[in-house]
């Protein structure tokens, strides 16, 4: 059974930057993908990013492209989540997420098996 443990959220200012890491503990995190997830007060879980089990691959929905970058260290079991130049839009409680390296749609909640408790960002504006 895999523990995913976000952390690195907080509060800043539209236009800052921060980074999200998401350590994972119970299974090694290099043959599977992982993606994170986003969700704001009353609204749906969303899809933020996710990557491929060797890193090659790398998908964003279209709101934070160009501005976050999603990365991983397979040696030390960690997915991470570069944010830069936020904005209050980006405020939600960001989920980090595993699941099987084969899948045909990278952005769908359904296509993951575990999840991390979350970590919350807030934008001010």
């Known amino acids: 059974q895999v523990r995913l443990v976000e952390s690195g959220g907080g509060l800043v200012q539209a236009g800052g930057s921060l980074r999200l890491s998401c350590a994972a503990s119970g299974r090694t995190l290099k043959s599977y993908k992982m993606g994170w997830f986003r969700q704001a007060p009353g609204k749906e879980r969303e899809f933020v990013a996710s990557?491929?089990?060797?890193?090659?691959?790398?998908f964003y929905t279209d709101s934070v492209k160009d501005r976050f970058t999603i990365s991983r260290d397979n040696a030390k079991n960690t997915v991470y989540l570069q944010m830069n130049t936020l904005k209050p839009e980006d405020t939600a409680v960001y989920f980090c997420?595993?699941?099987?390296?084969?899948?045909?749609?990278?952005?769908?909640?359904?296509?993951?098996?575990?999840w991390g408790p979350g970590t919350q960002v807030t934008v001010s504006s």
């Open positions: 997420a595993v699941g099987p390296p084969i899948s045909t749609d990278y952005s769908k909640a359904a296509e993951y098996d575990s």
């Open positions: 990557i491929s089990w060797n890193g090659v691959y790398t």
